[in-house]
């Protein structure tokens, strides 16, 4: 299990926890987890056709999964998910 | 009998204040390197003439608008920035006799204000729960509907990369035959974008790595997801490694470097410091260069350099970069 960071403007979705536990040997299960126990999500982290909402950034630990193998990041035990809005960094 | 000079003797001779932006020096950080064979270089854009790499990307915004016949005497300029850059625009245009108007978020430290002032800027303050994001929304919004303003828009002009394809990036080069990894901060996507484009081209093996900040919760009001914001400039595929850094380890590693290097930096620093630290930590040897942004004087009123972290009461609520 990977414990998944919920950001603020997500917690309505999720009974307004800041932190779940979601299930998953990648990230791409570990997003369906959390989608099938809280269904709010669905739209919200996923578009129509599958792919992660271009606006949600998702990390293992601290690293961007983009940047990594997208969906198919493989997520062990103990590993910690981070789920943020993008937001323009300052300038 | 003297030395011989290993670098270049003194910063130069230049026409004014604006042509003496760039140029900076690359500092070796010899306590933070974790292992012999790994050196880590600090390229100290603080030394721009307002104390900050944004002095490279203005000047190219503005010299793009004149090009393109955008800007001229008497011209209203408006752009959405955390502060950097637009206070680096007010100098340009306070010599140039251009009105800037900046869109801000109101969660930025008071020294940012005051510079901005100082060059004259006139300031109009977003709502500081919605970070950089509401800044761009409202500058946008207000572009849209007033014809004469002109809003450089340093999120999606190319003039901003390309400010660092043609300076920041060609001085590491011209400095060092090796580079294995560049870290800098993912604000704009600018350096990144423009340095990274430019040291891959010569050195493909070169790795990209953005520190990025996570915002504070106080500073992420979007009430949708859809409020989220990726600036235009940014091209994810150019980067190997995409790395979040929190405002207490940001914090921490901006002491870090006062302490143990006696670099006077600002808090992006100190979180861009964080990462290259980390990939240095990854190599057997190599040079990583990273970017100093700015330097810490006008982060002087949060307390971070005195105070313990865990007693920075505005540490989840500030726009620190």
Redesign the interface.
């Known amino acids: 299990m990977a414990s998944v960071r919920i950001p603020p403007v997500l917690r309505p979705s999720v009974g307004g926890e800041r932190e779940v536990e979601a299930a998953g040997s990648n990230i791409g299960e570990v997003l369906q987890s959390l989608v099938t126990s809280y269904p709010a999500t669905k739209d919200q982290i996923f578009g129509a056709d599958g792919a992660l909402n271009r606006y949600v950034n998702v990390y293992l630990n601290d690293e961007d999964v983009r940047v990594l193998d997208g969906l198919e990041t493989s997520v062990g035990d103990g590993d910690h998910v981070v789920i943020l809005p993008a937001m323009a960094g300052g300038s | 009998m003297k030395d011989p000079l290993l670098n270049r003797p003194c910063g130069g001779r230049f026409g004014d204040i604006v042509q003496s932006i760039g140029a900076t020096p690359l500092v070796e950080l010899k306590r933070l390197s974790p292992k012999p064979g790994v050196r880590i270089w600090a390229k100290l854009e603080n030394r721009n003439p307002t104390g900050s790499i944004?002095d490279r990307v203005a000047r190219a915004l503005i010299e793009d608008g004149e090009e393109k016949g955008a800007i001229g005497p008497g011209m209203t300029i408006l752009e959405p920035?955390?502060?950097?850059?637009g206070i680096a625009l007010a100098m340009i245009c306070q010599r140039k006799g251009y009105n800037l108007r900046v869109v801000m978020p109101e969660s930025v430290t008071a020294e940012r204000t005051q510079l901005l002032k100082m060059y004259g800027a006139e300031i109009i303050y977003s709502e500081g729960n919605k970070?950089?994001?509401g800044a761009?929304e409202m500058a946008l919004d207000l572009a849209e509907k007033d014809p004469s303003i002109y809003m450089p828009y340093?999120?999606g002009n190319p003039a901003n990369p390309l400010a660092h394809y043609n300076g920041t990036g060609p001085e590491i080069l011209e400095e060092l035959d090796e580079v294995s990894a560049f870290v800098a901060?993912?604000?704009?996507g600018g350096t990144l974008m423009g340095v990274g484009r430019r040291l891959k081209e010569e050195m493909p093996d070169c790795k990209i790595v953005?520190a990025?900040?996570?915002?504070g919760?106080p500073?992420?009001?979007?009430?949708?997801?859809?409020?989220?914001?990726?600036?235009p400039i940014i091209d994810?595929s150019l980067?190997?490694?995409?790395?979040?850094?929190s405002n207490r380890d940001a914090v921490i590693w901006t002491r870090k470097l006062l302490d143990e290097e006696g670099l006077f930096a600002g808090v992006?620093s100190g979180a861009i410091a964080r990462v290259a630290v980390r990939i240095a930590d990854e190599m057997d040897e190599g040079n990583v260069v990273f970017i100093v942004c700015d330097d810490g004087w006008r982060y002087l009123s949060s307390g971070i350099y005195t105070r313990p972290v865990d007693e920075i009461e505005s540490l989840e609520s500030t726009?620190?970069?």
Not at chain 2, 212 to 215: C, G, S
Request: hydrophobic share 35%.
């Open positions: 944004k920035t955390s502060g950097n850059t970070g950089s994001n761009v340093q999120y901060g993912l604000g704009t953005a990025e900040p996570m915002q919760e500073v992420q009001g979007l009430r949708s997801l859809e409020d989220g914001f990726i600036p994810i980067l190997d490694r995409k790395i979040f850094v992006s726009l620190w970069w």
